[in-house]
């Protein structure tokens, strides 16, 4: 009897609560979509596309733990990106070691690199950190090209080792160590740490007021949120086989912004949404004739519409329709219901 | 070699004052990032390429034509994109560079992603100190200097400058007292792209034109009022200056030196703020809550 309780615990819990509200399937269909999808398919462009999505999306959600959570306004986020890309691939290139203990170095070299960029931007705030996090990539872009012995120059570093050489097995590390990271970020953002950062943003005097060492936490912020794009950076560069100066640019940070606001920002699920939406399609739409040509103009003229009309973020945007708060108890319920499904209360 | 530094830094330094003046009003008065500017420079740019090289009116219609174009092209974008979504600053600021990439990509379209000439509009060199100053080098320098102090005495001694500066200080106020504050953003956002659209101008024959044109004085802009302090319109033209002499004296000192020019002038923008984070002349305003 007991046994067989604790062998009917996950699906108790998988009916009570996840399958109440349409948010927690939609991750749940998402896990399970991206660990069965090469189960359908071989296709190895689609599995390339799928598993660079993974990567960007560990970008782009590390972009919004730092931006989003604690009101630091990052527009150089490719620092970090570029870092444990080249972090990795120096080490890997130069000594000869295996990826598998470059790729975690790489992403640890990205979190000191955090924490050496954070220095000067504890000191800062709104958008002077804004304009001044836009300039560190470019002044590392200017080092690298100082030291073209070390790195390579314009041509960057290439003919690194693959961490896995079959394709499906590469798309497994990628989607696994993305839903991974992703969670992992989102934890320490649902904890109490992540409500310390949500109080710096929104008032960092009161914080400081209330006796949180805000400089800590917004320093944690962004080692941490180094360490998750460097990880990215690592496996792009591992996965590419080549690492150089087009993972600092410019628009390559701005390609972070763009994937977080479009999803919805202080959410970490936002962005992830923002890159599976916005990078396979502008991905996919290569092969259309016109667009496949234009699709820059066509991904930029589709986030001006959307953000037009959405300007809090898609997912944000979606979730309220179709999920309501409960006024009296504060929990989350699907739209249809008439009472909420914890405290029964009326949610008219 | 200090002469070349001299002539450079100053011309440079001129046309990154224009830029950076732009950018420091719409930031003060509206609190927008604008991403764009660069782009506005731009246009400017290629409208002057077409009205001279395709069109073939003179220069003294093409100019006018061209700065019109630009503000009106600035204040277009500001109505359709940027009003409606005001109160979420995260969207404005990538509104802001979507409509940089839909410029950049209307340009490359248009014209293709190749480099464009223009030929000078006054031909000649004149020796100082040793090195030959072109006369159209000299023409931007005072086309800069007409304009900036030009926008100095509208901004000082005009309503709309007294305006423009009290919505920058203080909006509530500024709004209680009666300023329209929306058509005075309206109205620095037109000052700010016809600045960008007179520097996009006078560069236009002075190098080559092209859709990614917008990128590299868009970093330096922003280095230029980060250090001469956000809002500060006498910082960004002191920070212009010492940003295009840097710039200048890394490409004349240091081997390979224009690979690098970006990255001194921005350890120059990190080292001001470490020493003073609100930059050399900004003011260490109370946080706004």
């Known amino acids: 009897m007991f046994t067989w309780r604790v062998l009917k615990r996950p699906f108790v819990l998988l009916r009570t609560e996840v399958l109440v509200l349409p948010s927690r399937v939609a991750v749940l269909a998402f896990v399970v979509g991206i660990l069965a999808l090469p189960l359908f398919t071989k296709d190895p462009y689609l599995l390339r596309v799928v598993a660079l999505t993974s990567i960007f999306a560990i970008f782009a959600a590390s972009w919004d733990f730092l931006s989003g959570y604690s009101g630091q306004v990052n527009l150089g986020h490719a620092l970090f990106f570029g870092a444990g890309a080249y972090g990795s691939s120096l080490l890997q290139h130069h000594l000869g070691w295996s990826p598998w203990i470059t790729a975690p170095i790489g992403a640890v070299v990205a979190g000191g690199v955090g924490f050496v960029a954070g220095i000067p931007c504890l000191r800062l705030r709104g958008s002077y950190l804004s304009l001044a996090t836009l300039a560190f990539p470019l002044i590392l872009?200017?080092?690298?090209?100082?030291?073209?012995?070390?790195?390579?120059?314009?041509?960057?570093?290439?003919?690194?080792?693959?961490?896995?050489?079959?394709?499906?097995?590469?798309?497994?590390?990628?989607?696994?160590?993305?839903?991974?990271?992703?969670?992992?970020?989102?934890?320490?953002?649902?904890?109490?740490?992540?409500?310390?950062?949500?109080?710096?943003?929104?008032?960092?005097?009161?914080?400081?007021?209330?006796?949180?060492?805000?400089?800590?936490?917004?320093m944690l912020a962004f080692v941490l949120s180094a360490f998750f794009a460097?990880?990215?950076?690592?496996?792009?560069?591992?996965?590419?086989?080549?690492?150089?100066?087009?993972?600092?640019?410019?628009?390559?940070?701005?390609?972070?912004?763009?994937?977080?606001?479009?999803?919805?920002?202080?959410?970490?699920?936002?962005?992830?949404?923002?890159?599976?939406?916005?990078?396979?399609?502008?991905?996919?739409?290569?092969?259309?004739?016109?667009?496949?040509?234009?699709?820059l103009l066509v991904f930029a003229l589709v986030v001006l519409l959307v953000l037009r009309f959405v300007p809090e973020g898609v997912s944000p945007w979606l979730r309220d329709k179709i999920e309501v708060v409960c006024r009296r108890c504060k929990a989350r319920n699907v739209f249809a219901r008439k009472d909420c499904r914890v405290c029964a209360a009326g949610l008219k | 070699m200090l002469a070349s530094i001299l002539v450079t830094g100053l011309v440079n330094g001129g046309v990154y004052a224009l830029l950076a003046l732009g950018?420091?009003?719409?930031?003060?008065?509206?609190?927008?990032?604008?991403?764009?500017?660069?782009?506005?420079?731009?246009?400017?740019?290629?409208?002057?390429?077409?009205?001279?090289d395709v069109v073939g009116v003179g220069v003294a219609v093409a100019v006018p034509a061209a700065v019109l174009g630009t503000v009106l092209l600035g204040l277009l974008s500001y109505w359709i994109a940027i009003e409606p979504i005001r109160e979420h600053e995260g969207a404005v600021l990538i509104t802001t560079i979507a409509l940089t990439l839909v410029f950049q990509e209307v340009l490359l379209g248009f014209f293709g992603g190749h480099f464009l000439a223009n030929p000078s509009w006054v031909d000649g060199t004149f020796p100082l100190l040793g090195v030959d100053v072109t006369y159209q080098q000299l023409f931007t320098l005072v086309v800069v200097a007409v304009v900036l102090g030009g926008t100095w005495a509208v901004l000082e001694r005009?309503?709309?400058?007294?305006?423009?500066r009290a919505t920058a200080n203080d909006r509530v106020t500024a709004n209680l007292v009666g300023m329209n504050v929306r058509r005075v953003e309206m109205a620095t956002l037109a000052v700010s792209a016809g600045l960008a659209g007179i520097a996009g101008a006078v560069v236009a024959p002075l190098r080559v034109v092209d859709p990614l044109m917008w990128q590299a004085p868009l970093v330096t802009i922003l280095a230029v009022v980060v250090v001469g302090g956000l809002g500060s319109l006498k910082g960004s033209i002191l920070g212009a200056f010492l940003i295009g002499y840097?710039?200048?004296a890394t490409v004349f000192l240091v081997p390979s030196g224009s690979f690098i020019k970006g990255a001194v002038a921005l350890t120059v923008m990190v080292t001001v703020l470490l020493v003073r984070p609100e930059g050399l002349f900004g003011v260490a305003f109370e946080e706004e809550r």
């Open chain 1, 141 to 218: 872009v200017g080092l690298l090209f100082a030291l073209p012995d070390l790195s390579g120059g314009e041509l960057g570093i290439s003919g690194i080792e693959p961490l896995v050489r079959s394709r499906v097995g590469f798309y497994y590390l990628a989607a696994i160590v993305m839903l991974v990271s992703v969670f992992a970020m989102w934890l320490v953002g649902d904890s109490n740490t992540g409500l310390l950062l949500h109080a710096i943003r929104e008032d960092e005097v009161a914080a400081r007021a209330s006796g949180i060492d805000t400089q800590r936490y917004k």
């Open chain 1, 230 to 295: 460097g990880l990215a950076g690592a496996l792009y560069a591992h996965m590419l086989r080549v690492a150089g100066p087009s993972t600092l640019e410019t628009a390559f940070s701005f390609q972070a912004v763009i994937w977080g606001v479009f999803g919805g920002v202080a959410t970490i699920y936002g962005p992830v949404i923002g890159v599976f939406l916005l990078y396979p399609a502008t991905e996919l739409l290569g092969g259309v004739p016109w667009v496949g040509e234009h699709r």
């Open chain 2, 23 to 52: 950018f420091s009003l719409v930031f003060g008065v509206a609190r927008i990032v604008n991403i764009a500017h660069g782009a506005f420079y731009m246009l400017a740019a290629y409208l002057i390429y077409v009205l001279l």
């Open chain 2, 158 to 164: 005009t309503r709309l400058g007294i305006a423009i």
């Open chain 2, 246 to 248: 840097v710039e200048a």
